[in-house]
């Protein structure tokens, strides 16, 4: 009955920037950490940014200092903010969250492309 979903994808110019968002919708106590992971065509997928509730984000070093992860616990929302946008930033991004309800659940959102072009 818990589910994760995105929105926010789209197609930016290099050096753009562009907002995702992930909301969970359901029935839950509370919710452990989220993040978001991104895979690009021909590679695996890789871990971009985490927030863990009671700790410091973290970031992947090829988006440190470029994109900002957040989020509104009233909304049950995770964002992540991307500026200066480069090329390889292209790819699926895919929301993930560790869940507490009547049992400790991971979850994934079902994706949302974003393509870095000119």
């Known amino acids: 009955q818990v589910q994760l979903v995105e929105s926010g994808g789209g197609l930016v110019q290099p050096g753009g920037s562009l907002r995702l968002s992930c909301a969970a919708s359901g029935t839950f106590f509370s919710i452990n950490a989220m993040g978001w992971y991104r895979q690009a065509p021909g590679k695996e997928r890789e871990l971009v940014a985490i927030i863990i509730t009671g700790g410091s984000p973290h970031y992947a070093d090829s988006v440190k200092g470029r994109f900002t992860i957040s989020r509104d616990n009233a909304k049950n929302t995770v964002y992540l903010q991307m500026n200066s946008l480069k090329p390889e930033d292209t790819a699926v991004y895919y929301c993930?969250?560790?869940?507490?309800?009547?049992?400790?659940?991971?979850?994934w959102g079902q994706g949302t492309l974003v393509t870095v072009a000119s």
């Open positions: 993930n969250a560790n869940i507490q309800a009547n049992r400790k659940l991971a979850l």
